[in-house]
């Protein structure tokens, strides 16, 4: 979340420095200069990645199986959920962030110092989740916590202005980032003990194709969130670099506080009903140890 923080801090400056007073022009030649660094990095990490345990072998396991194992597993379908409220709310409202500042307060400029003020506290959040953790017992409902948090918080921007009111505004956007980071750590950390649940409720162990549908249901709530916005802003007349009517300000408005944040809310209440805690999760290692034992 640092890097994204400081790529969102940079961008504006870098379209100005690239395009002068063609702004379409600075947008194309950043996307091609990102494009080039982030390619460049995918490239060194895959030729400087080996591997150095050897995999085990595993007998393929037919998708319709997987599929019956996974709609068992009742922490993993929650899991599942909250990905997919996760893409729609993130990834819709990230999309919208230039446009509030532009459209809505009238200074696009703001977004830079918007995204300077999540820097801290986007380590702070992510770096929470263990004592959180360690209080509450149990992954689902720490990551629950986080939401509702974030939640509360990006509720509470609909009040503020950055120009009128920077102080609350800051403030709050300031918590919501660290509750989101929380989040952003947690909703992860829970997918390791679906895994596990699942291989002892059915037998069946199927990590990657667990992280795979869960990486999916992400993509598919961030393909959501972002055309629905889009759709609907197209619907009530969207002009780019013009003013904008009443309706179109008004959707950015609640795109970026009201919509996300009772989304946020949402997602907390989906996984709050995450069962999986450290007891019970301690459990099932130990009974499938057992059972490992005895097929050996």
């Known amino acids: 979340m640092v890097a994204i923080n400081i790529i969102n801090i940079i961008t504006l ?37 080996k591997e150095i345990v050897a995999p085990a072998e595993k007998k393929s396991i037919p998708i319709g199986v997987q599929l019956k194992a996974a709609v ?40 830079t110092t918007y995204s300077m003020v999540l820097m801290i506290p ?36 609909y009040f503020f202005s950055p120009v009128t009111a920077p102080i609350p505004f800051y403030a709050c956007a300031a918590l919501s ?59 009530l007349g969207f002009q780019a670099n013009q003013v904008q009517n009443a309706a179109v300000q008004g959707v950015i408005h609640h795109a970026f506080s009201t919509i996300p944040g009772v989304l946020w809310i949402v997602t907390a209440a989906v996984l709050f009903f995450y069962q999986i805690n450290k007891n019970s999760y301690q459990r099932i290692i130990e009974e499938l140890a057992v059972r490992k034992g005895e097929a050996a």
Not at 81 to 91: C, D, I, N, R, T
Not at 131 to 148: C, D, E, I, P
């Open 72 to 111: 068992q597993n009742r922490p993993y379908l929650i899991a599942l959920v909250g990905q997919l409220l996760f893409g729609l709310v993130h990834y819709g409202r990230s999309a919208n962030l230039m446009y509030y500042f532009k459209y809505v307060e009238g200074n696009e400029g703001l977004f």
């Open 13 to 49: 400056p870098l379209i100005a420095a690239f395009g002068g007073e063609n702004q379409a022009k600075g947008y194309l030649l950043v996307t091609v200069l990102y494009g080039a660094i982030f390619t460049a990095c995918h490239w060194f990490c895959f030729a400087k990645t």
């Open 122 to 157: 986007s380590i702070i959040g992510a770096a929470a989740f263990p004592f959180v953790f360690r209080l509450l017992g149990n992954k689902g409902r720490t990551t629950s916590l986080f939401a509702a948090g974030t939640g509360v918080c990006v509720l509470a921007l």
């Open 177 to 235: 980032q660290l509750f989101f980071c929380g989040f952003n750590t947690a909703i992860y950390a829970i997918v390791p003990d679906c895994v596990e649940y699942g291989e002892w409720k059915t037998g069946i162990r199927n990590d990657g194709f667990q992280y795979a549908f869960v990486s999916l249901g992400n993509k598919v709530g961030m393909a959501v969130g972002t055309a629905a916005l889009a759709a609907v802003l197209d619907q």
